[in-house]
Structures are given as structure tokens and as C-alpha cells.
């Protein structure tokens, strides 16, 4: 079948994919061997909407590289994978061959980094997955307040001051704008624009059955992910492990952990507490000074704890330091009087990840269960 009526057929199909990767997202929540509090539950169904909601703007709207758009993929009402709640997540389709700059105004955050990367949920090209090339904007020297024009490119244009070679297996780019304080740091004002011009993008048949589809998939993705995150976690139970963005980039043991940002140090466990438990995590600051470290709590679903409303995640400028330098948190489901006090909003099993941004050798967390 060709012409008008094999395009009907082709939307058709893809659009009945759609639909159904929901219905298959909704069983996976159902099924998947986490807990399920009522409360759990019902975020679990919203996680669905929410997973929806993100690829049909991530892969439907705003997946053309030839037209790009750096958008913020997540928000306080749409979170994926373990977000932080201290950072901004900006998102930007790429294509290899094509010359982009990012422009702008950088703002106060500590930290802001720029992860190129194979596409997400598209598995391995070229024998590899995940982190292509990582940079940060003070490794230009461009500080808060100052402008940003930085060139992504295969090649360094002529007079550019900054530049950022781009990958042959390049497909997008995700940044990470991490404040400590976001009520009194300013964001920065970003925008990627493609170099040339290009004729204005049309919706056909050719264009939108395979968003759809690949949205689709981004959803099977995303509940795999979110699987292999809680059973590797299972074996850290109120303690912690993990290893170094970089590592994860390099080893390729999996292709969530492979477009991890190789600046940054991952340390993850899960909280399992009784009546009367909280669980009591020491922090040492590395030998070297570090730009930022945060811990954060999560649902089984991976995504944050509503920070908006209780404090559900502290970092090295938010709490109380000890003395000698280090940082004493106190994870509880109950209200407990303690400066840094982690509310779980009375969920007593979660997650929980602390990340380290440009820090040399980052000490790992230690955790012990004490009753209050």
C-alpha cells in the first residue's frame, strides 16, 4: 500500500503503539517488585501520565535537530529517572554532521554541565551507548552574570573562542544546572541555535509514525531503567554504594548508567526503617574541594519526594555542618528535631542518592540505622 491511504495505515499503527505503551507502563508499575503504599500507588499511576507527558513533548514536539530547541525536560510536576530537585534539566535534540551554538547569560548555579550524548533509549551506535563528551561552562571561564557562545561543531569554526568538538555518534545534548540555593541563585537564559538555514519542519507521515513509536519505546525504556535502578540498589540496603560518573561511561554495563554525566559521582542505596528508625548518613567532604554534593530521596517510581512542601533532599550549603567539617543527616518517615532533618513524609522504604559534582575521590557516604 503506498500514497494517502499507507500513511493513514502508518499513523494508525503507530498511534495504536502509543497508546499501548501506556497501558504497558501501567502494568509494569503495577507488577514491579517495589513497594506499594497506598501512597506509592497512586504516584505510580500519576508516573505513568507524567512518563507520557514528557516523551510525547521530548519525541513528538521537540525532536528535530534541524530546528533545536533547548527545553526543560523536567519540573516539580514531571520527573524522570531520580531527578534532583536542585537542578535544572535542559534537553536539546543534536544532529553529528551539523554546526550549533549554544548561546545566552550564565546564572549563579554552582554548577552547569553539558553531557553530549547517543541518543536515549536507542540503544548502542557503534558498539557504544551513552556519554559522548562531557564539559562544564567554568571550564570555559565563563562566570555568573557573563554571556555564553559556545560552538558545537565537527570541527572548530574559524574564530570561535569556545568550542565543543561534536561526537560522529552525537545525538543530543542534556544539560545540568545545579544550584544550592535556587530561592536566591539565578538561572541561566540558554538557547541552542543551528548554524545555516533550513526550510521550516513539516508534520508527515514520515516525520510523526516514528516519534511516535520511538515515544513508545522511550516509555518501555524508562520502566527498565527504573527496575534496574531499585534491584541494583537492593543490595545497599540503609547503606551505599556506587562509582563515579566517568566509570559508568566507560565500563558500558548498561545504557542508563552509560549517559551518565562523567562529572559528577554517583553513591545510591535504598532506606528500609521500622517504627522508631531513622537512618543517620555522615558525609566527609573530599581532600580536594568539591563544587557541590547533594542527596536526594526518591519513590520507587525514581522520582524525587515533593520538595515543595517538605524538605526532602539537603546539600553541602543547606545543612547544618559538624565541627570538624563534616555533615550529620538524619533520614526519618516521622518529624524528628534534628537541623538535618530528611522528611520521607512518613514512607519508611525509598531511595536515596547522594551525587558529588567535580569532586577528586568522593567519600563514600556511611549510614547506620538509630531509633529516636
Not at 551513552?130 to 574559524?158: K, M, N, S, Y
Not at 545497599?236 to 565500563?251: I, K, L, Y
Request: charged letters at 25%; one cysteine or more; a negative charge.
Amino acid at each position: 500500500m503506498s500514497g494517502a491511504a499507507g500513511d493513514a495505515e502508518r499513523l494508525a499503527a503507530a498511534f495504536e503503539s502509543w497508546l499501548e505503551a501506556q497501558r504497558t507502563a501501567r502494568d509494569w508499575m503495577l507488577g514491579a517488585p517495589v513497594p506499594h503504599t497506598p501512597e506509592d500507588l497512586a504516584e505510580g499511576y500519576r508516573w505513568v501520565t507524567r512518563l507520557a507527558s514528557l516523551a510525547q513533548e521530548w519525541f513528538v514536539e521537540r525532536n528535530d535537530p534541524l530546528h533545536p530547541e533547548l527545553f526543560v525536560s523536567q519540573s516539580a510536576h514531571r520527573k524522570l529517572m531520580v531527578d534532583n530537585p536542585d537542578v535544572t534539566y535542559w534537553f536539546c535534540a543534536l544532529q553529528a554532521d551539523r554546526t550549533y551554538r549554544l548561546r545566552g547569560t550564565r546564572g549563579d548555579a554552582a554548577y552547569v554541565g553539558l553531557t553530549f550524548g547517543t541518543p536515549v533509549g536507542k540503544g548502542a551506535i557503534a558498539g557504544r551507548t551513552g556519554t559522548v563528551h562531557q564539559v562544564h561552562l567554568d571550564a570555559f571561564g565563563i562566570g555568573p552574570g557573563e554571556q555564553i557562545d559556545v560552538w558545537i561543531a565537527p570541527e572548530r569554526p574559524e574564530g570561535a573562542e569556545h568550542w565543543v568538538p561534536l561526537h560522529p555518534d552525537c545525538g543530543q545534548l542534556a544539560v545540568r544546572e545545579t544550584f544550592h540555593d535556587r530561592t536566591v541563585q539565578r538561572p541561566s537564559d540558554l538557547r541552542v541555535e543551528l548554524v545555516g538555514d533550513v526550510p521550516p519542519p513539516v508534520c508527515t507521515a514520515d516525520d510523526l509514525a516514528p516519534s511516535l513509536e520511538f515515544a513508545a519505546l522511550f516509555l518501555a525504556f524508562v520502566g527498565l531503567a527504573c527496575d534496574e535502578i531499585w534491584r541494583g540498589a537492593s543490595a545497599s540496603v540503609n547503606a551505599f554504594s556506587g562509582a563515579s560518573g566517568s566509570s559508568h561511561v566507560e565500563s558500558q554495563e548498561s545504557e542508563l548508567r552509560s549517559h551518565s554525566d562523567a562529572d559528577m559521582t554517583y553513591h545510591g542505596g535504598l532506606f528500609r526503617l521500622d517504627p522508631g528508625e531513622a537512618l543517620e548518613i555522615r558525609v566527609r567532604p573530599p581532600e580536594q574541594p568539591c563544587t557541590y554534593w547533594g542527596l536526594t530521596t526518591t519513590n520507587p517510581w525514581m522520582e524525587s519526594y515533593d520538595s515543595r512542601h517538605r524538605r526532602t533532599h539537603l546539600n553541602d550549603r543547606t545543612a547544618v555542618t559538624e565541627p570538624d567539617g563534616t555533615w550529620t543527616l538524619l533520614l526519618s518517615p516521622d518529624r524528628v528535631d534534628h537541623p538535618n532533618w530528611i522528611d520521607t513524609g512518613g514512607r519508611r522504604e525509598g531511595y536515596m542518592i547522594l551525587r558529588w559534582a567535580l569532586a577528586t575521590d568522593a567519600p563514600l557516604p556511611q549510614a547506620r540505622v538509630v531509633r529516636y
